[in-house]
């Protein structure tokens, strides 16, 4: 398994934009990268994955560097809801294992 | 479309009980696994499911076993609980084995052992 470099905590205000960087530089060329995100005592919720190109949905932009050895989650209007730890985790496809690392507890402020 | 589902919500038991723990997927989903989180950390894979056979295992004893029923719905069972079985039990479905397969969690139970 790839392994993951994720901060530990960050903040930012809501309204603005939160970028939550994850380093994955032993990761696999078949290996998309996936986030989720725990609020409080609830079960993971999935964001978003890519593989090499950058995407997005309603939820949230996901940047991949060019050589894949790193990442950037964006939720472009951070709000109050979206405080919650973050996880990064590269995964092959079929590969049922997720592997959670720490993660990044995100805050927002009023 | 109804979520992931599990069943209790809540649950406490004593040490050397046995329990069971219940999990209907995302419609659509044929394939379940089965996290434990204790506390302050992240979840830790547990066994996949998938067509009715135990397909990936994590580091894990025997006293944790699972079933899968044809309705794709699934048990986690443990035996002989020890106080460290304390955590959160979280299920998620899943479509396959064979795609960039997303998984979907449940809310999860919690389980107390006294």
């Known amino acids: 398994d790839a392994k993951t470099t994720q901060p530990p905590s960050m903040d930012c205000a809501e309204g603005r934009a939160a970028n939550l960087p994850c380093n994955h530089s032993t990761i696999s060329g078949n290996e998309y990268v996936y986030w989720y995100r725990q609020i409080h005592s609830q079960g993971p919720q999935y964001i978003i994955h890519?593989?090499?190109n950058n995407e997005t949905n309603e939820m949230a932009s996901l940047i991949i560097t060019e050589d894949r050895k790193s990442s950037t989650l964006i939720l472009p209007h951070a709000t109050l809801r979206d405080t919650a730890v973050y996880y990064c985790i590269p995964n092959p496809p079929g590969y049922g294992k997720l592997t959670f690392g720490q993660g990044t507890i995100l805050t927002v402020h009023p | 479309d109804a979520g992931v589902t599990q069943s209790p919500t809540h649950l406490i038991k004593t040490r050397g009980q046995q329990v069971t723990l219940r999990c209907s997927p995302k419609s659509g989903h044929d394939t379940v696994s089965w996290y434990q989180q204790a506390l302050g950390q992240g979840p830790q894979f547990i066994f996949q499911y998938y067509e009715e056979e135990e397909r990936q295992r994590g580091n894990f004893p025997d006293r944790f076993s699972g079933h899968q029923f044809p309705n794709y719905s699934s048990e986690l069972n443990v035996n002989a609980l020890l106080l460290g079985d304390s955590a959160l039990y979280l299920c998620?479905?899943?479509?396959?084995?064979?795609?960039?397969?997303?998984?979907?969690f449940g809310p999860g139970t919690r389980l107390t052992v006294l």
């Open positions: 998620a479905s899943s479509r396959g084995l064979a795609l960039s397969d997303t998984q979907y």
């Open positions: 890519g593989l090499k």
